[in-house]
C-alpha cells in the first residue's frame, strides 16, 4: 500500500508540472507588457476633476445707450418752482393817538380845541371823528380821519363825508373881486339843466334829495359848491353823488373814487 501511494504521488506531481510547463508556453507568444495593470470595474479610478471656481454673480449696471446723430437723447425736464409773490399787506389802521397826531397837522391847536376821537364805521370803513371848538363856537362839520388810510374828510349831520381842504371850512361866496358867483340855489338850478346820464344818475335830479355844504371847496384850484345828491328809497338816507358848482357858473364836477371829473 505504501508503494502504490508513493506513485500516485509521483503522478500528481508529473501532471502538475506538465499543465504549468504549457500555461507559460503559451504566454510567451503574447506581447510582454511592464507595469500595465488592466483596469478593471472595481479597481478603476476616476482622475479626480480640477475645481471650477463658480464667479460670483456681480450685479449688472445699465449702461444708458450712447446717443446718435439720428435720434438726440431726450432728457425728462425738472420741474421749475415758481414763485409765487406773496400779496402786498395792507396797512395797519391807524391808532387814536395817530388820527389826533395826523390831525394836529391841519388844525392850529393854540386857536382850536380837539375832541376826544370817536371811533365810527362809515360804509364798512373805520373813521376817527373830531369836534373842532374855539373860545365862541363849535364848529360843523366835524372833521374825521379815516383808520387805513389817514384821510381828512368833513363829516356832516347827514352822515355825509365831503373833502377835506382847510380849517375852518370857507364860508366865501364870493368868487372874485368883481362879485359875479352864483347863489346856491342858482348853482343847484344850474346842476338840475344836466341830464341823467351826464350826471350818472339813474333818475334826474328832482328824483332826489339836494343838500349843499355850509362851506365852499376849492377844486383844482377852482372854488366851488358842493352839492350832496341823497336817495330816500327804502327808507334809508344814501348818498349817490356829489357835484361841484364853481361859484362863477363855469365849471361842474363830479366826485368819483376820491377824485374830480369835469362833467360840464
Known amino acids: 500500500m505504501k508503494k502504490i501511494t508513493v506513485i ?17 508556453k503559451s504566454n510567451d507568444n503574447k506581447p510582454s ?3 500595465t495593470v488592466s483596469p478593471t470595474a472595481a479597481s478603476t479610478t476616476t ?6 471656481a463658480t464667479p460670483t454673480a456681480m450685479p449688472t449696471l445699465s449702461q444708458a445707450p450712447a446717443a446718435t446723430t439720428d435720434t438726440p437723447a431726450t432728457s425728462t425736464p425738472m420741474p421749475v418752482a415758481t ?8 396797512p395797519e389802521p391807524i391808532t387814536a393817538a395817530e388820527a389826533v397826531a395826523v390831525l394836529k397837522k391841519y388844525i392850529d391847536t393854540s386857536v382850536y380845541s380837539i375832541s376826544d376821537p370817536v371811533l ?7 373813521y376817527y371823528q373830531f369836534t373842532i371848538s374855539d373860545a365862541s363856537q363849535v364848529y360843523s362839520p366835524d372833521v374825521i380821519v379815516e383808520a387805513q388810510s389817514s384821510k381828512l374828510y368833513y363829516y356832516d ?9 382847510s380849517f375852518p371850512p370857507d364860508k366865501t361866496e364870493t368868487a372874485n373881486s368883481q362879485g359875479d358867483t352864483l347863489t346856491q340855489d342858482q348853482a343847484i338850478a344850474l346842476l338840475k339843466t344836466l341830464s341823467a346820464e351826464t350826471l350818472g344818475l339813474p333818475d334826474t335830479l328832482d328824483s332826489y334829495n339836494l343838500k ?10 377852482n372854488e366851488c359848491y358842493c352839492i350832496n345828491v341823497l336817495s330816500d328809497k327804502g327808507g334809508t338816507t344814501t348818498l ?25
Open 8 to 24: 500516485i504521488g509521483i503522478a500528481a506531481i508529473s501532471l502538475t508540472m506538465t499543465a504549468c510547463g504549457s500555461f507559460f
Open 33 to 35: 507588457v511592464t507595469g
Open 47 to 52: 482622475p479626480a476633476q480640477e475645481a471650477t
Open 83 to 90: 414763485a409765487t409773490q406773496a400779496p402786498t399787506p395792507s
Open 120 to 126: 365810527i364805521d362809515v360804509d364798512g370803513k373805520q
Open 157 to 165: 349831520s347827514y352822515n355825509v363825508l365831503s373833502a377835506f381842504e
Open 212 to 221: 349843499v355844504d355850509t362851506w365852499n371847496t376849492v377844486v383844482k384850484g
Open 240 to 264: 349817490v353823488g356829489m357835484y361841484y358848482v364853481s361859484l362863477d357858473g363855469s365849471l361842474i364836477y363830479k366826485n368819483v373814487e376820491d377824485d374830480f371829473v369835469l362833467i360840464y
